[in-house]
Nanobody
């Protein structure tokens, strides 16, 4: 089973930046579209950004122009550069496969907490 390890979260002021990283224990990581998701307290998990195996990206409207997703297949790692952070970006951030089918998801990692103060 693939293990996902997220890192890079923290406490930042509104307008600040953070760079998240997620490493997967998969030798075929490069074959899969990957995504960053987030879950705020009392809310459902939502997709924030996705990147295909061919590096095509897509973003939730709420983060377009502020967040950038990237991947390094040689390191089995996906990144999320977050700029111009807002208090509403506060959530636990997770990475996983970019898919609509729950059965295709890998086991969730522990996530990384992002807290943006106003």
């Amino acid at each position: 089973q693939v293990q996902l390890v997220e890192s890079g979260g923290g406490l930042v002021q509104s307008g600040g930046s953070l760079r998240l990283a997620c490493t997967a224990s998969s030798t075929i990581f490069h074959l899969f579209p990957m995504a960053w998701y987030r879950q705020a307290p009392g809310k459902q998990r939502e997709l924030v950004a996705g990147i295909s195996s061919r590096y095509t990206t897509n973003y939730a409207d709420s983060v377009k122009g502020r967040f950038t997703i990237a991947r390094d297949n040689a390191k089995n790692t996906v990144f999320l550069q977050m700029n111009s952070l807002k208090p509403e970006d506060t959530a636990v951030y997770y990475c996983n496969r970019d898919t609509d089918r729950d059965s295709d998801l890998w086991d969730w990692g522990q996530g990384t907490q992002v807290t943006v103060s106003s």
